[in-house]
């Protein structure tokens, strides 16, 4: 099972990114995936998760500046980050659950940094 993050930099406030994570090894289509991170001396957070079927679901403080996709042909998830700000600097991580009442699988990535300057 690999999944694998790009796209991190340094960007002005304001700016935008393009994260992608591809992934492989096992069958993304079944899975649920998503972006969180974590900023120095905190905790991991979610930013934002995509169903199997599209629903979608923000952190409140991401709200219309990040947007999740996915491409089930590709077996690949993107995070578009608009208006960025310098408390969106963290390392970000994909995710990918499959959870269910018997079993769960609960993969990440290795994380993309992203710093974002005032």
């Known amino acids: 099972v690999q999944l694998v993050e790009s796209g991190g930099a340094l960007v002005q406030a304001g700016g935008s990114l393009r994260l992608s994570c591809v992934t492989s090894g096992f069958s993304y289509d079944h899975y649920a995936v998503g972006w969180f991170r974590q900023a120095p001396g905190k905790q991991r957070e979610l930013v934002a998760s995509?169903?199997?079927?599209?629903?979608?679901n923000y952190a409140d403080s991401v709200k219309g500046r990040f947007t999740i996709s996915r491409d089930n042909t590709k077996d690949t998830v993107f995070l578009q980050m608009n208006s960025l700000k310098p408390e969106d600097t963290a390392v970000y991580y994909c995710n990918a659950n499959l959870s269910s009442p018997v079993m769960e699988y609960d993969y990440w990535g290795q994380g993309t940094q992203v710093t974002v300057s005032s």
């Open positions: 995509i169903t199997r079927s599209g629903s979608t």
